[in-house]
């Protein structure tokens, strides 16, 4: 079980945000079956992909597009027509899209780093978080090694897993015990999220929420909430906040699927009854901005103030 982590429990479910990372679409080791069971199961105002959802690099070297990809695609661009809004946050792995940077198709916006405000009003920097990791900015070639790498390990949990589970075992993840156990990939992380939180610093917020590093989990930096949404290749977590701004991480483990209504790789019959909630806050139609701004004349893109703001408005009309 991930730290802090809850795990999922199929049935529909509202939330006012959710947050993805590192999906990885164009590597074999991608979820998108499991994925696109979360997604089924969970409606909320704002989505946020946040980096690497595309892996550029994969698809230049040798292309790997399956048809469940196509699914999760139009199952995101429905949410945007509803009443989803869709951060995309290009990470390293999908840079290539960084020529559209704050660039809104319809209710999808694109950008590096953006402030989400919480319905409590507490702000956090959203990013994919690759622009503080050493390795990525000075050594690229040695970078892409390391991702060689990791898919070597991956193709490596996938064959093992098998034979665990025809033993009646569950998932056991090589990737995650070298993280965990290697010093120098503790300290790896450990300056990597203290760096990241001291930017969170920089732009007056309370928070950080990023990816990158594939290891889901919330806790304290100092005075800064650090939040890492971890990964759709092995972990499958999404964090995720109520209507009244508690964020919280979920874990999508793989014995999800045999409970949805509709197995993993299942044909997506489209919108049909998506905005039955069972709970989690207000109906989908609650009033917000539909697309980011920078209040004041800052340079990075804000959402969710707007609807921050009706909230406090509406907790104080409680006491009138």
């Known amino acids: 079980m991930i730290a802090n982590a809850e795990s999922f429990v199929p049935g529909k479910m509202r939330f006012r945000t959710i947050w993805i990372s590192d999906v990885h679409l164009g590597t074999k080791h991608a979820q998108v079956d499991a994925l696109l069971a979360f997604l089924r199961d969970c409606e909320c105002r704002y989505l946020y992909l946040v980096g690497d959802f595309i892996d550029g690099w994969q698809l230049r070297s040798k292309w790997h597009w399956e048809d469940n990809y196509n699914v999760l695609i139009q199952k995101l661009l429905r949410k945007s027509r509803k009443e989803t809004q869709i951060i995309y946050l290009t990470g390293n792995h999908d840079e290539f899209l960084e020529q559209f940077l704050n660039v809104n198709f319809g209710s999808v916006t694109l950008a590096r780093e953006v402030i989400h405000t919480a319905a409590n009003g507490k702000r956090y920097l959203v990013l994919h978080g690759h622009q503080f990791d050493g390795l990525t900015q000075f050594n690229r070639v040695l970078e892409k090694l390391g991702t060689r790498l990791y898919d070597w390990i991956l193709d490596f949990n996938l064959h093992f897993n098998r ?49 990158h590093i594939h290891r889901a989990e919330i806790k304290s930096i100092g005075d800064v909430a650090y939040l890492n949404c971890g990964d759709w ?64 004349g800052a340079p990075i893109l804000c959402f969710g103030h707007e609807d921050a703001a009706d909230h406090e408005n509406s907790d104080a009309r409680l006491f009138i």
């Not at 203290?194 to 732009?203: F, P, V």
């Not at 874990?251 to 009854?273: C, I, L, Y």
């Open 163 to 211: 034979v665990r589970r025809r033993l009646g075992f569950g998932y056991w993840s090589l990737a995650a015990y070298l993280k965990f156990k290697a010093k120098s990939a503790v300290k790896y992380v450990t300056e990597y999220e203290e760096t990241i939180a001291q930017m969170a610093r920089k732009h007056n917020a309370q928070g950080v929420i990023c990816g």
């Open 233 to 296: 290749v092995e972990s499958c977590t999404a964090l995720v906040e109520d209507f009244d701004g508690n964020i919280r991480l979920l874990h999508f483990h793989e014995n999800n699927a045999q409970h949805t209504r509709r197995g993993p790789g299942s044909h997506d019959p489209g919108d049909g009854g998506e905005g039955d909630g069972r709970k989690g806050g207000p109906s989908s139609h609650e009033r917000g901005a539909r697309h980011g701004t920078a209040p004041g």
